[in-house]
């Protein structure tokens, strides 16, 4: 596998086309994958191919980054012919595209009844639609080879509904359902070989939660400490806890596997409060 040799061979010789790919989680996991073995695509709307780049020369092997939008098909399709030409094949998906909008979110300034509905219809597109229309596209490469995996990206507050975000809170509830739609249609009107899944992390420090989770002084905000004390693990998830479920659910190991949604959360979906 290139300049550096895989951990293990979990993921050897499979394709795998990650959306999302330059993102925090997107990038994680392709690394992750490619020392299990596998030669990665990273999609995204924004330098793809730098990541991609870097990729290459930090563990070597062909792996791509190629420019395209999760609610654009035509992109999609473009994205899937290119894959086929130079890697030949797709054996694994991951839904990575996804996140959150201000504008859609209730707090201080904006109550519920003042979120437009152009704010509800983005965050939906994003992360509903832009796990479909991929499944779509790729799933098909998937059909016509008869076995393959599909790993979404849902959500605890698909599990458990959170305060204020309201937008994404039901568009990953949709992920959720969809997954387990999608993991039946595939298994009994194509192939049993085909498998979807989905995790679903619970609160990770990120770019875009870090400011409600943490004050200026680095000090945990009066809602960081609220989820900490509803995680009975008592800590924030760290990008490792969720590489190794994301390996086990695309790799061999979970090939009885399919319409399950893994929560990683350090307790929280198991937690009352009491």
Known sequence: MGANKPMSDTLHNKVAVITGGTGTIGRAIAESFIQEGATVVLLARKNPDAVANELRQQYGGDHIGITADVLDAKSLTHAHETIREQLG????????AGGNAASATVNVDQSFFDIPAEAYQQVVNLNFLGTLLPCQVFGKAMVDQQSGVIMNIASMAAVRPLTRVIAYSAAKAAVTN???????????????????????????VGQQNRKLLYDADNQLSARGQQIIDHTPMGRFGEMDDLLGVASWLCGDGAKFITGIVVPVDGGFSAFGGV
Do not use: C, K
């Open 178 to 204: 969809f997954t387990q739609w999608l993991a039946v249609h595939m298994a009994t009107e194509y192939s049993p070989n085909i498998r979807v899944n989905a995790i679903a992390p619970g609160f990770f």
């Open 89 to 96: 094949q797709i054996d694994i998906l991951v839904n990575g």
